[in-house]
């Protein structure tokens, strides 16, 4: 999984994400962690977009090297702020995956997801896109 320098700036009820690495790809959200967590629907949305047109999606600069970028180093001046945005691709198929878990906690995800309507893959796969999500 890539992980996109990007950098956020804004006020508060109105926060914007660009991903310098992604031509053109930005997010916006009420709250910061709204717009980045935006921000990684509005990567993927770029990368499918760009395999069906038959573009290769950029590799993701190091930190370091966005900030020498005299585009993000003006951003960074005006008071915006790094961020990491990784970029989650589905794949569009299943795959099964052979999971060890404490028997308490499988029961503890079982309930959990009966009492939210998912299956237990489903919120497995919820609960972790959101941990990657909010981690970077």
Same mark, same amino acid.
């Given at each position: 999984?890539? $992980?996109? /320098?990007?950098?956020?700036? /804004?006020?508060?009820?109105?926060? &914007?994400?660009? %991903?310098?690495?992604?031509? /053109?790809?930005?997010?916006?959200?009420?709250?910061?962690?709204?717009?980045?967590?935006?921000?990684?629907?509005?990567?993927?949305?770029?990368?499918?977009?760009? $395999?069906?047109? @038959?573009?290769?999606?950029?590799?993701?600069?190091?930190?370091?090297?966005?900030?020498?970028?005299?585009?993000?180093?003006?951003?960074?001046?005006? &008071?915006?702020?790094?961020?990491? #945005?990784?970029?989650?691709?589905?794949?569009?198929?299943?795959?099964?995956?052979?999971?060890?878990?404490?028997? @308490?906690?499988?029961?503890?995800?079982?309930?959990?997801?009966?009492?939210? /309507?998912?299956? $237990?893959?489903?919120? %497995?796969?919820?609960?972790?896109?959101?941990?990657? #999500?909010?981690? &970077?």
């Amino acid at each position: 999984m890539a $992980r996109y /320098g990007a950098f956020v700036d /804004g006020m508060r009820g109105a926060y &914007g994400v660009v %991903i310098p690495d992604l031509p /053109g790809c930005t997010a916006m959200g009420k709250t910061i962690d709204e717009a980045l967590s935006n921000a990684v629907s509005a990567a993927a949305a770029w990368a499918e977009t760009a $395999r069906a047109d @038959g573009v290769a999606i950029p590799k993701p600069r190091p930190i370091e090297a966005l900030r020498s970028d005299p585009d993000v180093a003006a951003e960074l001046a005006a &008071g915006a702020a790094l961020s990491i #945005v990784p970029l989650i691709l589905e794949a569009g198929r299943p795959a099964k995956a052979n999971l060890s878990l404490d028997a @308490g906690l499988l029961q503890a995800i079982d309930e959990a997801a009966e009492s939210k /309507g998912l299956t $237990r893959s489903a919120f %497995i796969a919820s609960a972790a896109r959101e941990k990657i #999500v909010a981690e &970077g």
